[in-house]
């Protein structure tokens, strides 16, 4: 059973964990075997950073033949539950990726590794440790002192023996006692500080229910559950790298009792992903919902898989920006420009063009006869024809966009006003004369005449060129429809941050790496990269990120089915919304526009 491989659109380019991979292989260093692991802790939502991870382990086991297992890291009992666990399962499966038989939970290795820290107590390599957590922060040391023995360090292997076993029979509170290794107290490595490898936790586990009241902690359980299951390569990010030595230590010491088996893991670390104009730490995506900022997981502005599905991203453009980014070891900052990019790329050769007309003013054609409708053709795709036509009813009156109209153009503008000709794309040219207004002075109406020779797909009629084509819909016949217009989440590159690294370069759309102004602070197991902030991030949210347009689309697109996606023409791509969308009540979402006008004029800007 190999994982499965799904098209990628670009073909691969090295890296060094596919180096790493292909000379293992050709050492035959795990006989063959390539076993990567997607471990993600059931407390949350999917957002796009671990779709790197996924892509990553799932692609390089697909691609070398091997396996990637799926494994709930679920040691954490206060924080889990089973309904992320199928979110997660959802999402890795929307991505295209499938484990197989290979789906484990941590859990499963909690009679294991119960038996396990038994016998590090019993080789005189863990203890019980009574000291409250302020005394064991303060015996910890710092980076430039080493750290000190408690007073428990020296119990006899029969009374840690004795205490760990009531530890886990419940006779202790919370915090009373933790089991810790016994490694170097002097490591320059604060991780190999005697680490604490299980606490006492009275909160019952969504799958174990109250079988234990003592759980494992994650770099115990970690390293051990991939020898476990015989990974060969365990890909994590870069602020486990500190971790390593405890991670080999671990298992180490492990398959030198017999206890596991070799060859064992190796661990390799690659950078997270930072993505500019959002946030990705579980705590802000959390008070994003919670705060009601966005309207829940879903929200198409969330950089969570399930935003990013509900806002018309593609499976197939995650994973062509997962390999666009590629890997490294040092912290970046992609611009989310990139990501827009793929999906872009993606939809451009696959989405069919639809006509939408979101800031409605009407055009009458005056000398167009009331009572007559023809049909003009529109290829659904410029490109591919085997994708067919479809025909649009065209009429008197139409509605048009309303910056079409300009009564006193600036230079270089090419669409209606008084006395210009423009192509109404697939139908006629029509020549402007001008506007109706009302009392207040707004534009109720344009006005035209057109040109029965021009029609478009009649001989000769493309033979007159005009610089302008507008699109428009015949207003007996347009459908009204509510489209929203997302935008980026975040007006600045990296919200939270005092100063913006190159904030002119970040709008490029093309690679702009930007390398991170941020300490290597050492992470405490599961702080993510962008938590050390200066500023309020929420104070950068882009208020504009969501604009709703009462819109009118073509009469075809009311039965779109939900989640099909298209290309409105000079407008972008947009779905329809997976959950609002309805044919009595046509939703679309923009997904992303044509063109990368981020920070260019009519969009936000930093205040
Ligand atoms: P958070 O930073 O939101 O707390 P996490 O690391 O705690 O995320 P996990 O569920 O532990 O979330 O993540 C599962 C896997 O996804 C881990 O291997 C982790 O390294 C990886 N991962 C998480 N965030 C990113 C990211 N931004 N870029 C790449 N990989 C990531
Ligand atoms: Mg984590």
């Known amino acids: 059973m ?4 799904p098209q990628t659109e670009t073909a691969p380019s090295s890296n060094f964990l596919r180096q790493i991979i292909a000379e293992d292989l050709r050492a035959r260093k795990y006989g063959g075997r390539v076993v990567t692991r997607f471990p993600p802790e059931p407390n949350g939502y999917l957002h796009i950073g671990h779709a790197k991870s996924i892509c990553l382990n799932f692609g390089l086991a697909a691609e070398n033949g091997g396996v990637c297992h799926l494994r709930f890291d679920d040691t954490n009992p206060v924080k889990e539950d089973v309904e992320y666990e199928e979110s997660i399962k959802d999402a890795v499966h929307w991505l295209g990726y499938d484990w197989g038989p290979h789906l484990y939970h941590a859990s499963d290795y909690f009679e294991r590794l119960y038996e396990f820290a038994r016998h590090f ?4 390599l863990a203890y019980v440790d009574s000291s409250n957590p302020e005394e064991m922060r303060r015996l910890r040391g710092t980076l430039t002192e080493p750290g000190r023995p408690s007073i428990y360090r020296e119990r006899s292997i029969e009374e840690n023996l004795d205490l760990f076993r009531r530890m886990k029979e419940g006779e202790f509170p919370d915090g009373a006692h933790v089991l810790r290794l016994n490694i170097d107290l002097a490591s320059p490595n ?4 005697d680490p604490a490898i299980y606490r006492i936790r009275h909160t019952p586990h969504h799958r174990t229910g109250d079988k234990w009241c003592v759980y494992p902690l994650y770099d115990y359980t970690h390293c051990i559950s991939d020898a476990l299951e015989r990974i060969t390569h365990s890909l994590c990010t870069l602020e486990f790298q500190d971790h390593r030595p405890l991670y080999d230590w671990v298992i180490e010491q492990l398959a030198e009792a017999g206890l596991l088996q070799r060859p064992l893991p190796h661990q390799y670390e690659f950078a997270r992903l930072n993505l500019t104009y959002t946030v990705m730490s579980k705590r802000k995506l959390i008070e994003l919902v919670e705060g009601k900022y966005v309207d829940g997981w879903d929200d198409p502005r969330m950089p969570t898989l399930v935003g990013l599905r509900r806002r018309g991203y593609t499976p197939e453009a995650i994973r062509l920006f997962a390999e666009r980014i590629g890997v490294s070891k040092a912290h970046q900052w992609i611009d989310i420009g990139m990501l827009e990019d793929c999906l872009r790329e993606d939809l451009n050769v696959r989405a069919e063009r639809r006509i939408a007309v979101l800031d409605p003013i009407k055009l009458v054609i ?3 006869p009331a009572d007559r409708e023809e049909e003009c053709i529109a290829p659904n795709h410029p490109q591919k024809p085997e994708l067919g036509r479809r025909s649009l009813p065209f009429a008197r009156e139409l509605w048009i966009e309303r910056d079409d109209y300009e009564e006193a153009p600036p230079k270089g503008y090419f669409r209606l006003s008084p006395g210009a000709e423009v ?5 006629y040219i029509v020549k402007c004369l001008g506007a109706e207004r009302d009392v207040e002075d707004n534009v109720v109406a344009v006005h035209c005449t057109y040109d029965p020779d021009t029609r478009s797909g009649t ?4 033979r007159r060129k005009v610089k302008g084509n507008i699109h428009w819909l015949a207003v007996r016949s347009a459908q ?7 935008d980026r989440l975040f007006i600045v590159p990296q919200p939270g941050r005092a100063t913006q690294p190159n904030e002119a370069g970040a709008n490029s759309g093309g690679p702009a790496r930007v390398a991170s102004t941020g300490p290597d602070t050492i992470f405490d197991d599961h702080v993510p ?5 200066e500023r309020n991030y929420l104070d950068d949210l882009n208020p504009e990120a969501r604009k709703t347009a009462k819109a009118y689309v073509e009469p075809a697109l009311v039965s779109a089915p939900r989640e099909a996606r298209y290309q409105f023409e000079r407008h972008g791509y947009f779905i329809a919304d997976a959950i609002d969308h309805d044919p009595s009540r046509p939703v679309f979402n923009r997904a992303v526009t044509l063109r990368d006008s981020w920070g260019k004029e009519g969009s936000a800007k930093r205040p």
């Open 2 to 5: 190999t994982a499965a491989a």
């Open 121 to 124: 107590i019993k080789a005189g």
């Open 190 to 193: 604060i991780n190999l500080r």
């Open 366 to 368: 005056d000398n167009y």
């Open 423 to 427: 192509r109404l794309r697939y139908g």
């Open 459 to 462: 001989p000769g009629a493309e």
């Open 480 to 486: 009204s429809a509510e489209v929203r217009l997302y």
């Open 529 to 533: 990269f962008d938590e050390a902030t």
